[in-house]
């Protein structure tokens, strides 16, 4: 996704936030025994609440007010049905929103590669920490690909992922450092290999619809020993 639909996307999502926290301090003002102080307090505690996974709101209210924390150790009927209605605040959807990271959907930069290349799970080659690697989620998670030609609609070849992370590397740089290496002819399954690749690689990120979004490793170039173009794109075709 471009830079714009991400700039988009984000706005929005503060602009929920910001309504669906307004929401809750409305609510709880409607209960008429705490302060603004202890409706902030929670605001507060909520935040950092969502922020280490906690999935309800129930045992985050605040209680300064000596009397009141006595009051609800001592009145198990207030404290029950205050409990409930927590449980009706928009807390849920405050933490989904406030998980939603758009700027995961953005597009890489392209990256320039002049040789073999290879696009496979970087848990596969054991020195990855290479000059020009490019490497990211795929926001799927686990997954099998398929690699195909733009113009001709052959495949090119397969690769999977089985750490949650799609990468293009130099062949030549992977066998500098990893002599070993071979993925990329005893398991093709594992590996797409292309060769003579002259040109760029992108990963470009597209939505379907609702929260569906899909990585694709994306090449424009040719072949530098016969000059005919190398346009591929890679697909999900398997879990």
């Excluded at 929920?16 to 603004?36: C, F, P, Q, T």
Aim: with cysteine; glycine share 6%.
């Amino acid at each position: 996704m471009k830079q714009q639909w991400v700039n988009k996307k984000m706005k929005e999502r503060a602009e929920k936030i910001k309504s669906l926290k307004e929401d809750i301090r409305s609510k709880l003002r409607s209960l008429g025994v705490y302060s603004e102080g202890e409706i902030e307090q929670f605001i507060e505690q909520a935040e950092k609440a969502i922020n280490l996974g906690m999935c309800s709101p129930v045992y985050l209210m605040p209680i300064d007010d000596p009397g009141l924390r006595e009051r609800f150790v001592n009145d198990v009927d207030l404290c029950t049905n205050t409990r409930q209605f927590l449980t009706t605040l928009p807390y849920e959807d405050l933490a989904i929103t406030m998980r939603k990271d758009y700027s995961r959907f953005l597009d890489s930069e392209p990256r320039h590669y002049h040789g073999d290349i290879i696009i496979t799970d970087p848990c596969y080659v054991p020195q990855f920490h290479l000059p020009s690697a490019m490497m990211r989620d795929t926001i799927y998670g686990d997954w099998s690909c398929t690699t195909v030609d733009d113009d001709t609609k052959e495949k090119l070849g397969e690769f999977c992922a089985d750490s949650g992370m799609v990468a293009v590397f130099d062949l030549a740089e992977v066998l500098h450092y990893n002599p070993g290496f071979n993925y990329h002819e005893m398991r093709p399954w594992t590996t797409t290999l292309i060769k003579d690749f002259d040109g760029d690689c992108q990963f470009i990120v597209k939505h379907h619809r609702g929260d569906d979004y899909s990585v694709h490793v994306v090449g424009q170039g040719v072949n530098f020993k016969t000059g005919k173009p190398i346009r591929f794109t890679t697909y999900q075709t398997g879990l």
